[in-house]
């Protein structure tokens, strides 16, 4: 009988333990406990989450493959498939802000080229404390070098993302990295084991003792005692990866394979027992064939290892020579280690003596699935509390508070970050980074494929359902701004600790709110990644789903940028505002306040907004579109007139009424975050045409202003109340995460 | 005319320049595995960018060692043209077929983005379809990119007029001591000696340049000004035959 204290280091519960001892039949040796640990934590078993989970849509006509393998997959056209997820590695990226940040790169990665996809584009949301605190610059630095360090060095582009600053995660910053991958539609490649006796192959990076427990660890919260966790987080090798990212695409156009998958968390257990569970089949290896980076690890160290860069293949028989060269021409080992049974056992050996017999099934289908009570917290009603009338007068004029928004580390420009990616390599970039979604073309036709990642936590802590249903709209929005047609949503749910009932609330809220939004906008979640647990000290981080959205655009050519094209254009507002400051950017600037509930979502006014924005860039009407988020329609305008071009605009915008003594009116007219709002900018003789576009698609539009100049002049209800020099507010949003920078050094 | 693409592991703008070679120059471009002995009768090698063998002891230090390389200095040798481009250039350095070395980049960090290159000379097989003083807008992605020679070195690859290209402004004033002074130094991006964006040696066959032409030439993707190096290559070839 194990004792408690073992049950604890594995993060299992007593009847967790009574449930492993019914399914063996016997009391589980300490090598059997450690694989049951890893499969049924948090991170791999999704225990808490899954029954939210199953409300969420999945399905479509695009949608090729749906959740369930190592990521999804939608039809673009042309026999090609685009292939994505969205994956987060946040406590290891507190831990160790390099490697924890370069191995989630890693991880997300391999899940896309294991399904046979050449992999094209990366994205990633990021979410770090004040930047004021010299904490958070440090685990910027390390996560932003983490992420070009592995990204470039592989060779795949990094085009765009998001950063934002929040007190909430100084102790939890989030890393989430989506990547997307091409795959002919005819030949993706499953992470399934079928065949008796088909040989199973361990191929790439050595194992060592890195990373073990790695699962366990993201399924607990941090303490003073976290930085002992050290080891658990393990280092990557780009260049490893790089060698097996070719080898195994090499492999994968032989269709020698049966199936293959990559030993993420939970390493070569979780590799086994699932590509056996999916086959309906057993899989036994022997760990002494594991080629090992050290001398003297156990069956349970190398059964639990996390070290990166590995893939489990399972090869037709006969064809085991050729699979063999290829990866002998990388270099790269490539060893077999056991082969497919019938008897749908996970039997692991060593030096041919049994050390775990274990079926397939109980580690992965049959894990535990809990219905955690949830309860509404008890802030929320306070927070949601927001009276306009009894706020003074506010401290600065709209100049200053434009100025200052867009110097605030999460609205201003994330060039510091972005310039250290490689974002052109593959020579597919089409929108560069900084505004808007990233845009790749599909090389050998005329498409291109748009996508972008949102979340706003300050939303979701107001109201978790109705922010995260503004998290996918914004995100679907962004990719419709350039043009394309979203197609399909990954999403990455960050949240706190399940085992308090006003997280798991939140947590029930939120994916409420994504099945809501996909719903509605059409775009199924076709898979992603949930990640709990992250509190400090019981602080928990906002509430974060961050969703990621791909679209296609069947003209590479038509993509539509977020800048002022040319001087002497209409600028036209898709959508109207309603002054909503709840939330927002402003609040937080000027009053120091997170209050309020977010601003409304009308989903059909949406869905109709965003397919206009489609039908208006497929037919060149419009030369720019970007969305009002984050600062309202005031931050859009500036960031419409910044580089390349430096074109300015003079607006005229209706004051909105939002109290009854008429002193926050301007801020709202102008810093309102009101959502389903899209400036556009088009030639004037499109106008008539656009205007009659809106019109049948029930979307309200009007001109408000036109480009010109090198000043920003916005009126709200007759009276000029912005009139700022491009370059001041150019230079306010550009030096800004750059001048945290500096001050460190004086 | 065929070019020859060396593939070292870890070379990952291999297929970017066989497709502005293949499919938007409408050449031929063979890629040649750096276990290989034989350039197969290519008229120019591209040693593409990267990072190869992962770059970890120094960009380029490993690389000079793989079985292919002694076929590519011969070709050089024998006055065939050569261009290193990023790790390519660095691969050149190291291999001691282009004098010189890199540092890491002035500000320690790996920089992606657009810059303004000056070029210098129009009598190499890679320039010759430009002007002296045209500025081209092409994207620079490294981390080691600052060019260094020691002060003889120097001295003599600038009275060679081995310089080819120099960061510069839009205007084509060159940051620093160097060529036509006179822009602010933030317009080098790295703090390459003499703003040095790109070299020859003195034979001019065999050329190194940081920024990548490749990326720059579809308009698609912002800008063509990279398309006169690759089309220089061509036009040199066809009038030597």
């Not at chain 1, 195994?248 to 269709?255: F, G």
């Not at chain 1, 109201?463 to 990455?492: F, I």
Request: overall charge negative; some cysteine.
């Amino acid at each position: 009988m194990m004792d408690s204290q073992v049950l604890d280091r594995h993060g299992l519960t007593r009847e967790e333990y009574d449930r492993i001892v019914k399914f063996l039949g016997r009391e589980p040796n300490l090598t059997e406990l450690g694989i049951f640990s890893v499969m049924w934590s948090e991170h791999c078993s999704y225990k808490s989450s899954r029954v939210h989970l199953r409300t969420l849509p999945t399905e479509g006509p695009q949608v090729l493959q749906g959740p369930g393998e190592n990521a999804g997959a939608v039809d673009i056209g042309g026999g090609l498939a685009a292939i994505f997820k969205i994956e987060s590695h946040n406590h290891p990226s507190f831990i160790e802000p390099y490697q924890g940040a370069a191995t989630g790169v890693g991880g997300i990665i391999r899940d896309i080229f294991t399904m046979g996809a050449r992999p094209i584009a990366l994205l990633n949301s990021l979410r770090f404390g004040s930047l004021d605190a010299a904490g958070t610059r440090r685990v910027l630095e390390g996560v932003v070098a983490g992420i070009a360090g592995y990204g470039n060095s592989i060779g795949i582009p990094t085009v765009g993302g998001e950063i934002v600053f929040e007190p909430c995660y100084a102790g939890n910053p989030l890393v989430n990295v989506f990547c997307l991958g091409i795959a002919p539609a005819a030949d993706i490649i499953k992470g399934v084991a079928s065949g008796v006796g088909n040989a199973v192959y361990y191929v790439g990076a050595k194992t060592g003792r890195d990373g073990i427990h790695g699962a366990t660890m993201a399924s607990a919260e941090f303490d003073e005692n976290s930085a002992e966790k050290r080891p658990a987080v393990q280092v990557g090798d780009p260049f490893m990866e790089k060698l097996l990212l070719e080898a195994c695409l090499e492999v994968m156009k032989s269709d020698a394979l049966v199936g293959i998958q990559d030993m993420g968390a939970a390493g070569l257990t979780c590799s086994t027992s699932e590509m056996g569970s999916r086959g309906g089949v057993g899989v036994e290896i022997d760990v002494s064939l594991v080629p090992q980076r050290e001398t003297g690890m156990t069956p349970y160290e190398i059964m639990l290892s996390e070290s990166q860069e590995r893939m489990l293949l399972v090869v037709k028989r006969g064809r085991e020579p050729e699979v063999e060269r290829i990866f002998d021409k990388w270099d790269l080992h490539a060893v077999r280690i056991g082969e497919v049974t019938a008897d749908g056992m996970l039997r692991v050996k060593d030096h041919g003596t049994p050390v775990a017999d274990i079926p397939n099934r109980a580690l992965t289908d049959e894990a535990p699935v809990y219905h955690r009570p949830m309860s509404e917290p008890e802030y929320l009603k306070d927070v949601q509390r927001l009276d306009l009338a009894a706020l003074p007068p506010p401290s600065r004029d709209s100049n200053a508070a434009l100025l200052g928004l867009l110097a605030s580390p999460t609205i201003a420009s994330k060039r510091w970050a972005y310039r250290q990616y490689d974002h052109m390599v593959r020579t597919n970039t089409i929108n560069l980074p900084g505004l808007g979604a990233g845009v790749v073309r599909v090389k050998g036709t005329d498409r291109a494929l748009a996508m972008a990642v949102d979340g706003n936590g300050r939303y979701c802590y107001l109201d978790p359902r109705r922010g995260a249903m503004l998290a996918v709209a914004e995100a679907a929005r962004n990719v419709a701004c350039s043009g394309a047609r979203p197609l399909a949503a990954t999403n990455c749910l960050n949240f706190g600790n399940p085992e308090r009932p006003a997280i798991m609330w939140q947590f029930a809220r939120a994916v409420e709110g994504i099945g809501e939004a996909c719903r509605a906008l059409g775009v199924p979640i076709t898979g992603g990644n949930v990640s709990l647990y992250n509190e400090t000290d019981g602080q928990s981080v906002y509430p974060t789903p961050v969703i990621g959205v791909v679209g296609l655009l069947e003209h590479a050519d038509r993509v539509v940028g977020g800048r002022f094209k040319a001087a002497g254009d209409v600028v036209m507002l898709l959508g109207e505002g309603r002054g909503e400051l709840g939330g927002s950017e402003y609040l937080k600037l000027v009053y120091d306040q997170v209050r309020g509930v977010p601003p409304a979502l009308d989903l059909d006014r949406e869905r109709a907004l965003q397919d206009l924005l489609v039908r208006l860039a497929d037919s060149r009407l419009v030369r720019s579109a970007d969305d009002c988020s984050d600062g309202g329609i005031a931050v859009t305008l500036a960031e419409c007139c910044f580089d390349p071009m430096g074109i300015g605009a003079e607006i005229s915008l209706d004051a909105d009424e939002v109290s009854n003594n008429g002193r926050l009116d301007e801020a709202a007219a102008l810093f309102g975050e009101s959502a389903s709002r899209v400036v556009v900018s088009a030639a004037a003789e499109n106008v008539t045409r656009i205007m009659e576009q809106a019109t049948a698609a029930g979307v309200p539009v009007r001109v408000i202003g036109q480009t010109g100049g090198n000043r920003l002049r916005i009126a709200t209800g007759g009276r000029m109340t912005v009139d700022v020099s491009i370059e001041d507010a150019e230079r306010a949003w550009s030096a800004a995460i750059d001048s945290y920078f500096q001050k460190k050094i004086a | 005319m065929t070019f020859a693409i060396i593939v070292f592991p870890g070379s990952n703008c291999d297929e970017d320049a066989h497709h502005a070679v293949t499919d938007v120059l409408g050449e031929r471009a063979e890629y040649i595995w750096h276990k290989e002995t034989d350039l197969k009768g290519a008229d120019v090698v591209i040693l593409p960018g990267g990072f190869a063998h992962g770059d970890y002891l120094r960009t380029g230090a490993m690389a000079r060692f793989s079985p292919i390389m002694r076929s590519v200095r011969a070709f050089a040798e024998s006055g065939g043209p050569v261009i290193g481009i990023c790790n390519g250039f660095q691969i050149l350095l190291e291999a001691g077929l282009l004098p010189g070395a890199m540092l890491r980049n002035r500000g320690l960090k790996y920089r992606c983005e657009h810059v303004y290159v000056r070029i210098e000379q129009t009598d190499t097989p890679f320039t010759g379809s430009a002007r002296v003083g045209q500025v081209l807008r092409i994207p620079i992605g490294h981390g080691e990119g600052n060019y260094f020679a020691p002060p003889e070195m120097l001295q003599k690859i600038e009275a060679n007029r081995q310089v080819i290209l120099r960061y510069a402004d839009p205007d084509g004033r060159v940051p620093g001591g160097a060529g036509v002074p006179g822009a602010d130094d933030k317009w080098n991006p790295n703090g390459s000696v003499n703003a040095i964006a790109g070299i020859c040696n003195e034979r001019r066959n065999v050329f190194g340049m940081m920024p990548h032409p490749e990326r720059a030439c579809e308009a698609l993707l912002g800008g063509t000004d990279g398309k006169v190096i690759l089309e220089s290559v061509v036009a040199a070839f066809a009038g030597t035959r």
